[in-house]
Nanobody
Framework: QVQLVESGGGLVQPGGSLRLSCAAS????????MDWYRQATGKQRELVGRITGSGIINYTDSVKGRFTISRDNTKRTVYLQIDSLKPEDTAVYYC???????????????WGQGTQVTVSS
């Protein structure tokens, strides 16, 4: 069973930083493509970025320069570092295992429970 567990959210002042974590189980994490999304209240969930098993990273244009995705395969964890936080970054942040083929098996899209990030003074 695939499980994704996010952590690291909280209340931060504008200009601050946070590092979110997403621990994965039930998959061959070393080869898994992982995504980060966010959803602000009243808005659609939007893709923040993606990291492949080999470490290739792509970001949505709106977050380039302040968001950094990384992974530690030994810890089966993907990270989202957010710097220079702005009030408009306030959202629930989710990690996602997008639908993909791994080891000859098709894994369906799986979401974590999300972690709340609130940016406010």
């Amino acid at each position: 069973q695939v499980q994704l567990v996010e952590s690291g959210g909280g209340l931060v002042q504008p200009g601050g930083s946070l590092r979110l974590s997403c621990a994965a189980s039930g998959i061959d994490f070393n080869i898994a493509v992982m995504d980060w999304y966010r959803q602000a209240t009243g808005k659609q969930r939007e893709l923040v970025g993606r990291i492949t098993g080999s470490g290739i990273i792509n970001y949505t244009d709106s977050v380039k320069g302040r968001f950094t995705i990384s992974r530690d395969n030994t810890k089966r964890t993907v990270y989202l570092q957010i710097d220079s936080l702005k009030p408009e970054d306030t959202a629930v942040y989710y990690c996602n295992l997008p639908r993909q083929l791994m080891g000859g098996l098709v894994f369906q899209s799986t979401w974590g429970q999300g972690t709340q990030v609130t940016v406010s003074s």
